[in-house]
């Protein structure tokens, strides 16, 4: 089977290994409290390296610890160096936190020094000067996140857009309604940034949701992710303007309650969009237009809700969402307005856990105090027995992520269960449209080595957003960004284009069902659906129109996931990468798959052997994979 190897200083590779109680843990960088990591060094004796040391540095204080490994034994021509680390200690009285390492490689032949670089938190390089440290993640003892979410799919519904159902939407004067399901254009701005009152809507609701659940059942999902149904005045609902009704746009109560309950027949949980950093103007509790009951603060500051924002001059400046005035930031170290969202049964997080659903998507989590998002945990997790899974919208790696000075603490245990896996989209779309597999190999490896593995094995692995262009859109390769938003509106792309985009797209939906983490498909992503940036990336689904081709294969791969315990939480392996040509393993008891994907031109070795769950084909060790094609091997013999 194909390896990869570094290379390192003089041709050498160094080889690090780790053991938390005794039990192999080469593949993580991220423990529990109460661990014990030991640390082995396989370093070529030719190197002629007579001492090692490795400095630990405390990322919360700054302080330093220094040890030098001792000479265990040979192996294979290498030196092999230990040592041992109690994270306890390293944690002190805290019961979590993150650590920096590096290693300091001494030769007598020269007597010069080599330092450590680490490549992708898991594989290192030598280098003669300081290089990047390994990442080490302390979390608390007893961190988990719910079995029910591990091994699933989800699917992401922009209400508005997704079914209309038997419903009919009541009439608003402030509303405009689009009849034309299948080429009405939304509403758009003349330029990037431009307003727009997003008050058009399509009709699409919870009741429609509630009929397509055979489809989405026929998909394999497991996990609904609903777009905020709170009211609101725009179709996006992100301006919540009462928190505690559910839009009447949308069906109100009823619908969600029927929709929780008739999902869960098929198995099928319902997550909400948790928008908490701000509210509408046009708000209960803002109030800038007067239509809701009572005193808002934009109307008096003897408003009850008066602290819940930041004024800088009443009433016309205020703290807002990047700026924008329609959206009133919420001064969440106002304990009272804190205490409404989050705290407790009567809070607003206890409304929707306590009518049964499986969990939260927290819009732009990096605006979130971390104290807030410790109190949402604790009501949703004692309100639902452990079960409702937090999920925080964060664009980079949340193991050490940096958001307004502050280094965040999102998976220590307290905070969040997983993140929305944006580096894992940008990744795959560099491998697709660059062949370069290494740069996917590198960030998949350092998300999985960088994690707690209760939290790789929950990642939200995105491919496509209502935030983000469609992928097809932009696996096409047609570069039309530049054009105005009236001609995005109904540019489509080349029968040509989209074939090449079709092919591609299929690799992208087997990898991201294939690695660690859910899948999380965009509405229409499984029909074909293409578009621009927002709002054109929002489109009401094809029903009737679909992709039937594509749609087929998101049926398999959700087959696939079900069929095969491996990939609810096995062991992630990057086996290889080099340019067109990526191979990684998922293994567990009684489990290895082995998926391998070609997006080059020429044809592959692939050197296993066993039964492709894609196409039910047996493969030897003498087949290749043709160009533009992927498999998902699992060894013969084994039982599913």
Known sequence: MPEIFRTDFDGYNIEIRKKINGEDASLYGAFSQSAFLTLSLLVPRALGVTEVKITVK????????????????????????????????????????????????????????????????????????????????VYEDGFDTPEYFRGGVMYHIFVDRFAKGDFTPPK??????????????PQYGEYPGAFVANNMFFGGNLVGVREKLGYLFSLGVTVIYLSPVGKAYSNHKYDTGDYMTVDEMFGGEKALSDLIATAKKYGIRIILDGVFNHTGDDSRYFNKYGKYDGIGAYQSEKSPYYGWYKFIEFPDKYESWWGIPILPKLNLENEECASFLAKGEKSVVGKYVKMGIGGIRLDVADELPGEFLEEL?????????????????????????????????????????????????????????????????????????????????????????????????????????????????????SDESRERAKRLLKLAAVTQFTVYGVPSVYYGDE???????????????????????????????????????????????????????????????????????????????????GRDLLTGTTLTEDDTLAPMKAVVVREEGEEI
């Open 58 to 137: 405390n990322d919360e204080d700054g302080d330093v610890t220094e040890k030098t490994l001792e000479f265990a034994t040979l192996e294979r021509e290498n030196d092999v160096f230990e040592t041992n680390l109690d994270l306890s200690v390293l944690c002190g009285s805290e019961k979590s936190g993150l650590f920096w390492y590096s290693f300091a490689f001494y030769r007598k032949k020269d007597v010069s020094v080599l330092f450590s670089d680490a490549v992708n938190n898991l594989e290192v390089r030598l280098s003669e000067e300081n290089g990047r440290p390994f990442r080490l993640l």
């Open 172 to 185: 608003r004067d402030d509303a405009v309604m689009n009849d034309d399901w299948y080429g009405g254009i």
């Open 377 to 493: 945990r604790v009501t949703a997790k004692t309100l639902s027995g452990g079960d409702a899974v937090i999920i925080g919208e964060v664009w980079e790696n949340a193991s050490d992520k940096v958001a307004y000075g502050k280094r965040r603490k999102y998976l220590r245990g307290r905070q969040l269960d997983s993140v929305m896996n944006y580096p894992f989209r940008t990744a795959v779309i560099e491998f697709l449209l660059h062949k370069n597999a290494r740069a996917l190999a590198d960030e998949l490896t350092e998300i999985y080595a960088s994690y707690p593995k209760c939290v790789s094995d929950s990642l939200m692995n995105i491919i496509g957003t209502h935030d983000t262009e469609r992928i097809l859109t932009v696996l096409s390769g047609e570069n039309k960004y530049d054009l105005p938003s009236e001609e995005l509106a109904r540019v489509r792309m």
């Open 527 to 609: 029909a074909g659906m293409e578009g621009y940036h927002d709002p054109f990336c929002r489109m009401p689904y094809p029903w009737g129109r679909e992709d039937e081709e594509l749609v087929a294969l998101y049926r398999l791969l959700g087959k696939i996931r079900r069929e095969n315990k491996v990939f609810e939480c096995g062991t992630f392996r990057v086996l290889h990468a080099d340019g067109a040509f990526l191979m990684f393993e998922r293994r567990s008891a009684g489990e290895c798959v082995t998926v391998a994907l070609n997006v080059g031109g020429t044809e592959c070795a692939l050197g296993i052997a």
